[in-house]
């Protein structure tokens, strides 16, 4: 199914997302988890390291995989995702750097042969079970920019002039890159669970177009439509342009009372079966 769930603040979303992150771990110790990178996961992580701190959310055996990443940064770029991951969540918890497998924009393998290699490790460790996903302004996922294929796998990725743009202000003196490597629509769509967090009003029109709008190339996030279990975790200024609004906020409400919970046994399993009725 498609879970919406609208918090009343942006602060409220990220704890959300955190805690739904943070059940996954706790029932799957080895959770093979998918990271995004972006202003917006920001306080999920955040949260995640509080909880490690307070409640010894345990990392130590949850695989880490990435969804894209710049071509051609200096490893020591501040602007490497590399670089965001580690600042954000991996410096502060207790992972273990043999399950870390972060996209690598500057592998010296021949990209196509590399892509293809990542697609089959994350195969092989028996796929991605929760990935956390993002949504630019232009409706990308990772950077699947607009046009991409809707099946489209792991692979170097033209960035678009208003991805630049947005990009633009956090990179300071450094230019922007004008190639990433990113895993596929196709690809992201082979993960169990998908959990997509949008916050603000500046999301508010793209949120509307990816989740209500017609399945389109031109915006790669509807190709979560396909998807048979998601979570968007919403504020109510990302949710402000849904014309399903009452229904989400319903939803919501089923799942979230008084701070308590009805997403046992697991938020995972909802999203794939269906939302239990309130006790
Ligand atoms: C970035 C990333 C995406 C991210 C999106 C939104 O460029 N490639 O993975 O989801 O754009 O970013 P933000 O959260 O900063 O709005």
Redesign the pocket.
């Known amino acids: 199914m498609m879970l919406v769930l609208i918090t009343e603040t942006p602060e409220e979303g990220s704890r959300i997302a955190g805690r739904l992150v943070a059940q996954a771990i706790k029932q799957t110790p080895a959770l093979r988890l998918g990271l ?6 920001i306080g999920l992580y955040q949260n995640l390291v509080d909880l490690h701190r307070t409640t010894r959310l345990d990392f130590a055996h949850v695989r880490l995989f990435s ?2 990443e710049f071509i051609g940064l200096p490893s020591d770029s501040p602007n490497s ?1 590399h670089r965001f991951f580690h600042q954000h969540l991996l410096d502060h918890v207790n992972f273990d750097p043999a399950h870390l497998h972060l996209l690598n924009g500057q592998a010296e393998q021949d990209i196509v042969s590399y892509c293809v290699s990542y697609e089959r490790l994350i195969r092989n460790q028996g796929g991605i079970d929760l990935q956390i ?5 232009n409706g ?4 699947n920019e607009p046009g991409s294929s809707l099946n489209s796998r792991t692979r170097r990725s033209l960035l678009s002039a208003s ?1 630049k743009y ?2 633009a202000r956090a990179f300071d003196s450094e230019s922007v890159p004008e190639w ?1 490597v ?1 895993m596929g629509l196709g690809a992201i769509r082979e993960a169990q669970t998908l959990l997509l967090l949008a916050l603000g009003a500046h ?1 508010a029109e793209i949120v509307a177009k990816a989740l209500e709008g017609p399945l389109s190339a031109f915006i790669p996030a509807s190709s979560i439509q396909l998807h048979p279990s998601v979570v968007l975790v919403l504020d109510r200024h990302a949710a402000g342009s849904l014309n399903n609004q009452d229904y989400y906020l319903q939803q919501s409400s089923q799942v979230m009372e008084n701070n308590h919970w009805f997403l046992e046994p697991s938020f995972m399993q909802v999203a794939q079966t269906g939302l239990p009725a309130k006790p």
């Open positions: 995004a990178a972006g202003n917006t996961p969804l894209d995702y996903l993002g949504i630019g302004q990308h996922l990772g950077f991805t947005n990009l990433a990113t999301k």
